[in-house]
């Protein structure tokens, strides 16, 4: 491999022998060395390949300022996400995730911790990117001697859940979804002045359907809407109070986020309400 471009004395873009631009890095694979010049195979610790050239451009910027045992971690962490969620991630989390730990050591080295008000909302709502989160604060905290807790766990979640999507327009969009499932959530507790079972299937069924919900909110889409008027006229009278508590959050919804829900959402959320309190 021929050095296209010496970012620092531990990284540089090299062209390998099928024409393909790649990062290499390791302690000192470029030291003395220029461009044109050969890589020391023996001093390759890494190679890294992203499709997506904007993600790969970003990430090469990034190595510049990072140092190596952090991208390491970064990558650690990523690849078992893969394995832990099962979904394929969307490449800009190699940029995201690592500039995100190189700023949390160094915030947490300078004594600044943030907090995160929905860290227990995004452990319930998406426990399995949490629990990710939370092994990956271990491993920051056992390799980079910091103390992060449970709140960053959270932020490095939002990361994997903003990656799950291929769609650029969704990602990013985490946090805000989190906020309309539990804005949501409170608005049915309130009305039926009750608590519910996490563990329950119902359950289940309706956070992952506000999950969608909220993602179509955000990006100003909708079901393909049919004529269910008449079926929504029944359910209103069959279950008055699910599709009254709908109609609140038809209101929360139009009021923060100026999304008008068409009556086939609002039928889809009386329907998993009146599963949802039905033993009340």
């Not at 990062?23 to 220029?34: A, D, E, H, I, Y």
């Not at 160094?106 to 426990?127: C, E, H, M, Q, T």
Request: some cysteine; proline content about 1%; glycine content about 4%.
């Amino acid at each position: 491999m021929k050095i296209k471009r010496a970012l620092n004395n531990n990284a540089a873009i090299a062209t390998n022998h099928d024409g393909v631009d790649v990062l290499v890095m390791g302690p000192g694979v470029t030291f003395g060395k220029k461009t044109g010049d050969l890589i020391d195979i023996a001093k390759v610790e890494k190679t890294l390949f992203l499709k997506n050239k904007e993600a790969m451009n970003k990430f090469t910027d990034l190595v510049i300022d990072v140092p190596m045992d952090q991208i390491e971690i970064s990558e650690r962490i990523i690849n078992l996400a893969k394995m832990k969620l099962g979904k394929k991630l969307n490449e800009i989390v190699y940029v995201n995730l690592t500039d995100h730990i190189h700023m949390a050591v160094k915030r947490a080295k300078d004594g600044i911790l943030l907090s995160n008000p929905l860290k227990w909302d995004v452990a319930r709502f998406y426990a399995d990117e949490f629990a990710v989160g939370q092994k990956a604060v271990e491993v920051i905290n056992d390799s980079q001697s910091v103390n992060l807790s449970d709140d960053e766990a959270a932020f490095i979640a939002i990361h994997f859940i903003n990656a799950e999507s291929e769609n650029g327009a969704e990602q990013n969009q985490a946090y805000e979804i989190t906020k309309i499932i539990k804005a949501c959530e409170n608005i049915v507790k309130d009305y039926f002045h009750t608590e519910f079972d996490e563990q329950s299937l119902n359950y289940y069924r309706f956070i992952t359907h506000l999950k969608f919900f909220a993602q179509r909110v955000l990006q100003g889409k909708h079901y393909d809407d049919e004529d269910d008027t008449d079926l929504l006229e029944t359910l209103e009278h069959r279950y008055a109070k699910p599709y009254s508590c709908s109609k609140q959050i038809k209101q929360y919804i139009s009021e923060n986020y100026d999304f008008t829900i068409t009556s086939s959402e609002l039928l889809y959320l009386t329907v998993h309400i009146s599963r949802l309190v039905k033993n009340l």
